[in-house]
Each structure stands twice: as C-alpha cells, then as structure tokens.
C-alpha cells in the first residue's frame, strides 16, 4: 500500500507562497476549533491532521480552540472527551483557548461597529429576518430598525448585554448590503440574546456571538495565520474578510482556507446525527464500537497510527468525495498485522477428545507445553508457551459431520493439523438428544509434534484450539456496519431507515488461551484465523471482554481490483 508523505497539497501551496512573499514573516499558525457539543469522529481527524500537520510541516504552532459560542448544545463533558481524544490521535496543542475567552474582546468589537454606523440592533424575529434575506435572485428587505441612530443601537446593545430583555426578542446585525448575491452579507447576526447557563462563563453573558462573528476574530486575537475548514464555508469567507476588515487588529489578517469533509461509505459523521442514535438506544453511547467517533473506533481497537495514516494518505483537498471504509480498514489491518500478537481463541466452543493421548503414572492427562512466536512479523515480540493436553475446543465451523463439498476441515476420517501442535484425526461423534454433535474424539499421530509428518504427508487444513483443562471464558462481541447502505439515508433521507438491524453479536461462552488473560486493557490481538479483537478499555469490566476490530480478510484489495 503506497503511503503518501505530505498532508500538504493546496494548503502547504498557500503557506509556501505566503512565506516567499513574507506575509506573516515567516510565522505559521493554525488552530482546530471544535464546537463543544458531540465526540469527535472520524471526519475531525481529518482536519486535526491538516491543522496540526500543516504547522508541523512548516515550523509553527496548532492550539486547539473550542468554539464555544453556543449554551445550548454546549458540555463540559464534551470538552474534556475532545482534549483525551486528541491526545490519543498523537497531536498535542500548543494550548487550549476557548472562543468565550474572547467574549469581552468581541463585545468591545461589536461596539467598535456600532459606532461606526456598520452594525445596528433589530428587533423583529427570526423568522421576519430570515424571510426579509431573500434569496438568490431575490432582493432582500430592509430592515425597518436598519437606518435607526447609532446612539440607540448602542444603548440596546447594552441592555441586551445587561439582560434587559426576553430571549429573541432582539438581535445585532452588521450592515453590510440586503442585495449582495452572497446572502452570507445581507446583515449577518452577530449576536444573538439567550438567557442560559455557560459551561465556562455561568450567567454572566445573555448574548452570544454567531459562529461568524466569533470565528475570524478569535482567529486574530490569537495571531492565527492560517484558518482552515470545510467546504460548506466557502460562502461565509467575504463575511470572515469583511469583519476582520473592519477591526483594529493585533496581528496580520488571518486568510481562510476551504477543504473538503471527510465521508465514508456505511458512516454517517455528523453530531447531530451521531447524538440521535445515541438518544435513541441505538447504540450504547459515544463509545460505542460501532459508532465512527474517536472513542468508539479507538475502543474497537482502531490504532492512532492507522488513523494517522489513513488521513495524511487522503490528503487535504477540494472535492467532496465519499471514502471507502474498507480503505481506513486495510490501513488498520496493515498497523495491526505489525504490532499486534497473536493468540488462540475459540468463539464457539466444539469439545474434541484425543482418545489415544497418553497419562501420566498417576492416572491424570499428560500435558504438554508448545513454545509459539507470539507475532510472525515482529522476532522482537518473543514467545509464549501453549498447554496443550488429551480434550480440546475447537470451533463448531470447523467440523461438519457430513462435509459439503470443497470443505477440508474436520470430519470423521479425515486428517487435519491442530496449528503447532499434532496431526489428528477423526473416527467417531458424540451427539445429545436433540442429535447435535457435542463431542468429537480423535486419534493423533505422536509422531506430528510441532505439525508437520516427518513421512512428509500433507493435510490440507490447519485449525486452532485451545487446551480445555487450560480453558479461560470470555465474551466477545462481533460487529458489523452500523448502517447497511454506503450512502446512509440517501433513498429516504434518514439515515435511521438504512439501519443494519443485526450490527452486533455477543457471544458469551468463548474458550481462549490463558496467556489472553495478561492481555492489556484495550491492547488489540490477533486471534488466529478469526481476526482482530481489542480488550474492553474499561478498568470496571473484570470479566475478559473483547471486541471485534476486524476480520482478517482485506476487503480493500478486491474492491480495488474490481474498480480497477
Ligand atoms: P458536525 O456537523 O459533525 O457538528 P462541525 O463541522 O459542526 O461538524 P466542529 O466541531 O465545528 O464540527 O468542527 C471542528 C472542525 O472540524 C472544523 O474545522 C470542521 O470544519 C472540521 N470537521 C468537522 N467535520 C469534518 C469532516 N467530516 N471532515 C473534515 N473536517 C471536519
Ligand atoms: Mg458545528
């Protein structure tokens, strides 16, 4: 898999001409500016790694700002679920600001406006305001209060500052022109009354500032130089220069640059969205291993590494395009195959009993120890040492009574290698009353040991076990997409409607190897043959829990192929 090297592409271009021409002498500043109100996803990676990696690239510095501008939707919580998840990803702010830091500045600023006849209080309602906007090819309506005295509009904004009135009840808007083409400048709001609770500021403010208006000018309070984010705010970029314009600044003007969002295929990355399956009892909360936020990828045991990767492969571009899943998910098999080791684990549990394996003098089963590398790509992770004795679990796939065609696992008569161990074979069954198989005995061939026949005869299947007597229980959960189409809600328009209702499996009576037991809290294995399981993260779970991160097969390869 060819791994690009810069995330760079356009903006990396931008930055590079701005240091020929001087611009910001040669400083480079960005910020990731997260709205307090949801976990971060897969999407934000994306930008996280555009933001701190265009710094790095070119000497400067990245602080994470929380644009913290609305009560509403806002949460400690969140901010504190943000600051872990980016330093999980592998990225470390230069500093954490907030953007309800700036609420005095901002106010002033606002002021500043008003004086000079560029901002004025209105006091009809949204929905008056926003039918007055128009629309494209639409004039737009003034405001009956747009032309009222500058002394006014101030005392207002005071009193709406002090709390005075209800919340909706009045607004600021800067006066740009009712009949831009761009209706980001048809008198934008700049704040907003609410009378709720901060999660920083309490109650002092009773008006906040609009996205817009806190943005840009959060971005030169701080000297950034480089502000980048998403496409859909291409339009809001004349509103962004147009402020900054206006103000009396303490750095250079700060230019902003549009990339494009990140999607992939089975993925819906939007909080709002991501919040309704939560409130739904669709899945289990932020963490969820099915859901595509850091948390829930990272505790499905997705590593940083591949994300990282994933990301700087992608690149920073322009044009909106969806991702295949399976290619983040052939990056995380490629990490995984690294570095994780590798173990025996059975999902469902088929005894097998080797009738002619040997006991010691005092009646009891021999048991015999395998040393086994624990991962075949990496010498440096060493070896562990495998019980293995007379009664066996393999898995319930692995035997079929009466083979269908092209199956070469177990059956009665037939010879298969138990991985490192010896060659057996099959000669009888034992069923319940129901006629299920639940036992099948065994012969095995002494002269095998470490799996392979020294007369050279071949097997054509190798199959884990593990040692019953040996035997530690776990429960493990299987997922699958969360949303069966690639394009969730693109027939119907809700994402809800493509929901793939059978997304998870928990499967309570797995039979693993005791060395699994020393497994780290969300450390990621390899179970042979099975795929990737990450150990629940969570120190309050005692049993031995895994989750599925991925199956073994790379899905990515054979839709190349097939697009190819
Ligand atoms: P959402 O719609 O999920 O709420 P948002 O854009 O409102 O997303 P913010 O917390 O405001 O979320 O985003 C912080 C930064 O991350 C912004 O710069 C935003 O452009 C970027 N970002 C958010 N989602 C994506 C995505 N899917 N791909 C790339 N960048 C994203
Ligand atoms: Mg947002």
Known sequence: ??????????????????????????????????????????????????????????????????????????????????IKDIGWLGFTPHSVCYASDYFEKLYEWAENLIEKGLAYVDEQ?????????????????????????????????????????????????????????????????????????????????????????????????????HSMCTLEFVAHRPLYEWYLSQLDLPFEKPQQLEFARLELTHTVTSKRKLLKLITDQIVTGWDDPRMPTLSGLRRRGFPAAAIRAFCTHIGVNKTNARHSIEELEAFVRAELNRVSQRRMAVLRPLKLVITNWPQNADGTPVVEYFEVMNNPEDAGAGTRSVPFAGVLYIEQDDFAEIPPPKFFRLSVGREVRLRGAYFISAHDVVKDAAGNVVEVQASYDPATRGGDAPDGRKVKSTMHWVSAAHAVDAQVFLYDRLFSTEVPGEASGDPLDDLNPASVECLENCKVEPALVDTALGEVVQFERLGYFAREENPDVTDLVFHRTLGLRDEWANIKKRTQ
């Open 125 to 225: 309602d949204a929905e008056t305001i926003s039918a007055q906007r128009g629309g494209y090819g639409n004039r737009g309506i003034e405001s009956p209060f747009r032309d009222r005295p500058i002394e006014e509009s101030l005392a207002l904004f005071r009193q709406m500052r002090a709390g005075e009135f209800e919340d909706g009840s009045k607004v600021l808007r800067a006066k740009i022109d009712m009949q831009s083409e761009n209706m980001q400048l048809r008198d934008p709001v700049m704040y907003r009354i609410r009378k709720l609770a901060h999660h920083r500021t309490g109650t002092v403010w009773s008006i906040y500032p609009t996205y817009d208006w806190a943005h840009g000018q959060s971005d030169a309070i701080e000297g950034v130089t």
């Open 1 to 82: 898999m060819s791994v690009e090297t810069s995330v760079g592409d356009f903006v990396a271009d931008v930055v590079r001409a701005d240091n020929a021409a001087g611009t910001y002498s040669g400083r480079v500043q960005t910020r990731f500016p997260p709205e307090p109100n949801g976990y971060l996803h897969i999407g934000h990676a994306k930008a996280i790694t555009a933001d701190f990696g265009i710094a790095e690239q070119f000497g400067g510095i990245c602080k994470l700002r929380f644009d913290d501008t609305n009560p509403d939707t806002e949460d400690v919580e969140y901010v504190e679920s943000i």
